[in-house]
């Protein structure tokens, strides 16, 4: 017994082990209820396909959300990139020419995280407002841009830069869901183990201690925003390079992005971050889609189920508190039992339920 205890804590303490066993139990469910298509490995490698540039996107936005604050633009991030690649893709020779799209679209989300940063850091802009309307801008700028057309990149099945990040290792798998995967041991890294981290989690829990802790909060919250241009951004050039096309509207993935980080666990309160919550997340809700089409259900269910499933998942992760399953294994072995209360609390009750 104090064995399973025992590894009941320790499972508790895996960061993202809860919304883990969540994604376990749902793939197992469409295994059950689609077993055509969820026992062949096709319908997974197709989920480590389109799935990674939502993840990617989340992954930056919950450093952002940690650090106490939302960022709404990066879509309009994810097509001004995919336009600049697209561009130099098109206007330098194609040897060289990916690169130099891949690097205007890397400082173009640098660019907009900037202005952002500073909106918010150093004019006091609250983010929701200042990165809200910075998503209508930016989007505006890329139709502008593009002429509101789509553009083809040319060739880009025989280029390096498409094998590199979007082609299939070993023949099967999809380069971009390594590169999603090393981006999020690198911002757990990141954030768990550097400087950096440490100072996003003090802003989030509070600015004001942070400050007398000796971060420098409004420098840290423009390198937040530069650094989750840039991811989004990134984003935009795995959706790009992928489907070969770049079209204007190629970032709306908003909603799944923001219900990954929060079903992932990361506090909407700031001052608490999980990546690999974020990680598993991105699987649950990039599966439920292609999982209740598979079972026969009727479309028009899709969104009825992400909902059960989303608010099943937040609760949760409310119930166990920061991933602590034993505190829910207690709740359950205790259900029904008589709540006890300390000596100063009973006075509490006894002082409220005298006449005045």
């Known amino acids: 017994m104090n064995f399973v205890r025992s590894l009941i804590k320790f499972l508790g303490r895996l960061e993202g082990f809860a919304i883990a066993m969540v994604l376990l139990v749902l793939y197992v469910a469409l295994i059950i209820a689609a077993p055509n298509v969820f026992t062949h490995s096709l319908i997974y490698i197709s989920f480590l396909e389109t799935v990674p540039p939502t993840l990617i996107a989340a992954l930056g936005l919950t450093l952002v959300i940690t650090a106490g604050e939302i960022d709404l633009s990066f879509p309009a991030v994810v097509s001004l990139s995919g336009f600049a690649l697209s561009w130099g893709w098109k206007t330098f020779d194609p040897t ?94 990141i954030l768990n183990r550097h400087k950096f981290g440490e100072g996003i989690m003090f802003i989030g829990d509070n600015a004001n201690v942070a400050r007398v802790m000796g971060v420098n909060v409004e420098a840290t919250r423009i390198k937040l925003f530069v650094l989750h241009g840039m991811i989004a951004a990134f984003a935009g050039i795995i959706v790009t390079l992928d489907i070969g096309v770049f079209y204007p509207d190629q970032g709306n993935f908003l909603l799944p992005a923001m219900a990954s980080v929060f079903i992932g666990g990361t506090s909407i309160a700031g001052g608490a971050g999980s990546i690999f919550g974020t990680v598993f997340g991105a699987y649950v809700i990039g599966s439920l889609a292609a999982g209740v089409v598979a079972t026969t259900i009727s479309g028009y269910w899709v969104q009825v189920v992400e909902g059960v499933v989303m608010a099943a998942v937040i609760v949760l992760n409310a119930a166990t508190g920061k991933g602590n399953i034993a505190a829910l294994s207690r709740r359950f072995r205790h259900w029904g039992a008589p709540v006890a209360t300390s000596p100063a609390q009973e006075l509490l009750q006894k002082d409220d339920t005298e006449p005045n």
């Open 96 to 189: 060289y020419g990916a690169w130099i799209g891949i690097g205007l679209a890397l400082a173009a989300g640098a660019l907009v995280g900037y202005i952002n940063g500073v909106m918010v850091a150093r004019i006091g802009v609250p983010s929701i407002m200042a990165t809200l309307a910075a998503n209508f801008f930016w989007y505006g700028i890329s139709i502008l841009l593009a002429g509101g057309l789509q553009a083809t990149l040319k060739g880009s099945q025989d280029n390096f830069v498409h094998e590199l990040f979007v082609g299939r290792l070993f023949g099967t798998v999809p380069a971009q869901a390594f590169w999603a995967l090393g981006l999020a041991a690198l911002l757990w890294f």
